[in-house]
């Protein structure tokens, strides 16, 4: 869903991928796994 969202214009995707991981976070996970985690890994570190 937050692909197509990100495809039709209606979000912007890095934005909603670290919202969606950091309120994953927020609920008390100790650890996560998502598709997103490579890009996520990239992002962070450049």
């Known amino acids: 869903m ?3 969202a990100a495809d039709a214009g ?3 995707r890095e934005t909603a ?3 969606m991981l950091t309120s994953i976070k927020r609920a008390g996970a100790d650890i996560i796994i998502t598709y ?3 890009e996520t890994a990239k992002l962070i570190t450049y």
């Open 2 to 4: 937050l692909n197509a």
């Open 10 to 12: 209606l979000l912007d």
């Open 17 to 19: 991928i670290f919202e």
């Open 36 to 38: 997103f985690a490579k």
